[in-house]
T-cell receptor
Framework: SQQGEEDPQALSIQEGENATMNCSYK?????LQWYRQNSGRGLVHLIL?????REKHSGRLRVTLDTSKKSSSLLITASRAADTASYFC????????????FGQGTRLTINP | DSGVTQTPKHLITATGQRVTLRCSPR?????VYWYQQSLDQGLQFLIQ???????AKGNILERFSAQQFPDLHSELNLSSLELGDSALYFC?????????????FGSGTRLTVV
């Protein structure tokens, strides 16, 4: 089963609005990462937040991590049409595991 | 261009056949990961190599095998192909062998089995 589960599965907003996506996971982690995938293309690493961090920013991206609730959120501010993509959270699963496990993703559509 | 090169980009083959997917990691990266992405299963981890050695194994079928060569490129071999093997196959690389750093993904190989 997937370690990460994103919510919602799909999100459609107007350009300029903020988009928030959530991720829940099941076991202890070392870090949680977010990736973007444009339709049918490779995933692009957006941001990594370590288990001892609570919030991280990168440009218009803000990621929070709540290890007590085993959840993370990705906020994209002032959305643009180019932000239309699928967004995945990924965790390293059981501590010490050597691989990233990806959730099913949130499909974000930004309407002009 | 992410720096991770996958060939071919598209592959159409018949059931029962064997194919080889190739991946060249980003320069300097020692670790290669293979993932399968399908609509119903999402992104599934298949296998990881680090500096030529198998490091971790996921949901990889016995019909599938992989290796990493001394020049660090990797090949994923898929044999006795079935319709259900149709998917996007991604290779990713990272400098270290742990998931504590971001992965760099290639653009994928789209495999269609007919």
């Amino acid at each position: 089963s997937q370690q990460g589960e994103e919510d919602p599965q799909a999100l459609s907003i107007q350009e300029g609005e903020n988009a928030t996506m959530n991720c829940s996971y099941k076991t202890s982690i070392n870090n949680l990462q977010w990736y973007r995938q444009n339709s049918g293309r490779g995933l692009v690493h957006l941001i990594l937040i370590r288990s001892n961090e609570r919030e991280k920013h990168s440009g218009r991206l803000r990621v929070t991590l709540d290890t007590s609730k085993k959840s993370s959120s990705l906020l994209i501010t002032a959305s643009r049409a180019a932000d239309t993509a699928s967004y995945f959270c990924a965790t390293d699963g059981i501590q010490g595991a050597q691989k990233l496990v990806f959730g099913q993703g949130t499909r974000l559509t930004i309407n002009p | 261009d992410s720096g991770v090169t996958q060939t071919p980009k598209h592959l159409i083959t018949a059931t029962g056949q064997r194919v080889t997917l190739r991946c060249s990691p980003r320069s300097g990266d020692l670790s290669v990961y293979w993932y399968q992405q399908s609509l119903d299963q999402g992104l599934q981890f298949l296998i990881q190599y680090y500096n030529g050695e198998e490091r971790a194994k996921g949901n990889i079928l016995e019909r599938f095998s992989a290796q990493q060569f001394p020049d660090l490129h990797s090949e994923l071999n898929l044999s006795s192909l079935e319709l259900g093997d149709s998917a996007l196959y991604f290779c990713a690389s990272s400098a270290q062998g742990s998931p504590n750093y971001g992965y760099t993904f290639g653009s994928g190989t789209r495999l269609t089995v007919v």
